[in-house]
């Protein structure tokens, strides 16, 4: 898990929202090492890169190709959105949803929701209201929610934003695990602990523009942009 | 105020003794009515749904036309529907003229347009908040509309019965595709407006009631149902 692979190819990608443009154009041998960082100031377009990554944001230009077949069918990717969306229904129906989608039997469904609501520690909501959940609960539910699916690649943009550090913790031993089972990981943060902590590598972001890129301890060590360096020291980047 | 006492009187008094007449213009009512809710509702949700998600060249005007269709005079849709099924027209041979079938054809298309613009306005809303998830999770037209159906539930509920009263109460429309026949095409409305026209106020004053309770107990007994569900799954 230390050495870089190309997962997919950015060519002249490019997001224009109201005329403006929000990403890119970017283009771009990404490469991953199992767990990707995605850092970046507010509004550096790291939610857009993540959504055209996945496919749920409309491309004004250019196009995205997955280069490892792992990554390439969209039935193998899960995502988890920076503001969780909740189905109006319960916990269980939210995390039997996917699988019913695919049209999984009963019992099969049954044991896999049972499964991930203890992994992340809501058997206490079992059925409780879904959108009535504390914004902390609905992130676990919607992190669950995607790994029930069993994807090769992960997304998840910001997953912690609502947590305590107790629940942090929680979710982070989840993700590694998942890691090491060979899901591929590409998440946002903001906690620069938590990047030093789960990356394997970065890409950093900046006015939507891919600023740098590197495996984590080169990035983080030896940053090659002052921008870079500022943003990993906690200064404000412009 | 008198003849006001006089119809709660006889609305009692008919539906004490169910009297006869009554009974069976009622459950005429009844079955015209829901029959026209139901096949209306088969169309209008997922077409209203359908047309939420969906982006097309003429989007638009389809909810242009539809909103326009919802002001449709009713009168007017009963005289084209007369005008389709009577003896000369392109549907006469079927000889649905006068018949309870075409009152419910006539309902469906007045009811149609309003349960799916009242559709596709609760669905548009869910729609922007389940968006993204539905399409990360790949998911095809057909599970999209039907998530979206069931998720949205009560607020399709709202509009049918929106659609129901609307159904129930009409009586231009199947007063000219129906006649007002007796024991075969008489409902209450068109009973009332007929009673009135020969100066009982108090018998038309008693269907009316009828009529009323009748619409009301609908709305009751469809909200209860869905209290009862929320309290069992939520
Ligand atoms: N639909 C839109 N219309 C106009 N501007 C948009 C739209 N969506 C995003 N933007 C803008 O695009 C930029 C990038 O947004 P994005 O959400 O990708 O940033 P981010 O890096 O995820 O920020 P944060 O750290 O706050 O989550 C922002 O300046 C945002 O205001
Ligand atoms: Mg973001």
Known sequence: ????????????????????????????????????????????????????????????????????????????????????????????????????????????????VMDWVGRVGLNGVLDHFAPRLSGGEK??????????????????????????????????????????????????????????????????????????????????????????????QGDIVE | MNEIWAGLLAAFHLIVTLDGDLVEITLRSLQVSLSALVIA??????????????????????????????????????????????????FGVLGLLFTPTAMIIAQVVIITPLIASITHQAMRELWAEYHDLLISLNTSNRQRVLTLIWDGRRALLTGALAGFGRAIGEVGAIMIVGGNIDNATRVLTTAIALETGKGNFALALGLGFVLIALALLVNFAIHALSRTERHSTW
């Not at chain 1, 199992?34 to 993540?50: C, D, E």
């Not at chain 1, 920076?82 to 049954?110: C, D, F, S, W």
């Not at chain 2, 209203?48 to 242009?64: C, M, N, Q, S, V």
Request: with cysteine; charged share 20%; hydrophobic share 45%.
């Open chain 2, 41 to 90: 509702s088969a169309l209008a949700l997922p077409f209203g749904t359908w047309l939420a998600i969906r982006r097309f060249r003429f989007r638009r005007a389809t909810i242009a036309t539809l909103n326009a269709l919802m002001g449709l005079p009713p009168v007017v849709v009963g005289l084209i529907v007369y005008l389709l099924l009577s003896r000369s027209g392109p």
């Open chain 1, 1 to 112: 898990m230390v050495a870089l692979v190309p997962i997919a190819t950015l060519k002249d990608v490019t997001v224009k929202r109201r005329g403006k443009t929000i990403l890119g154009p970017i283009s771009h041998g990404l490469e991953s090492a199992g767990f990707t960082i995605v850092l970046g100031p507010n509004g550096a377009g790291k939610t857009t890169l993540l959504n055209a990554l996945h496919g749920v944001e409309r491309l004004s230009d250019g196009s995205v190709t997955w280069t490892s077949p792992d990554h390439a069918s969209y039935k193998d990717q899960a995502f988890v959105f920076q503001r969780p969306i909740m189905l109006r229904r319960t916990v269980r129906q939210n995390l039997a949803y996917p699988l019913q989608l695919l049209g999984h039997n009963k019992n099969e469904i049954e044991t896999e």
């Open chain 1, 139 to 232: 992130q676990k539910l919607a992190l669950a929610r995607a790994l029930i699916q069993k994807p090769k690649v992960l997304f998840l943009d910001e997953p912690c934003a609502n947590l305590d550090g107790r629940s942090t913790r929680e979710i982070e031993t989840v993700l590694s695990e998942v890691n090491t089972a060979g899901t591929s990981v590409i998440m946002t943060t903001h906690d620069l602990g938590q990047a030093r902590r789960l990356a394997s590598d970065v890409v950093f972001l900046l006015n939507g523009q891919i600023h740098e890129t590197g495996l984590a301890p080169h990035v983080f060590e030896a940053p090659k942009t002052p921008e870079a360096k500022a943003f990993f």
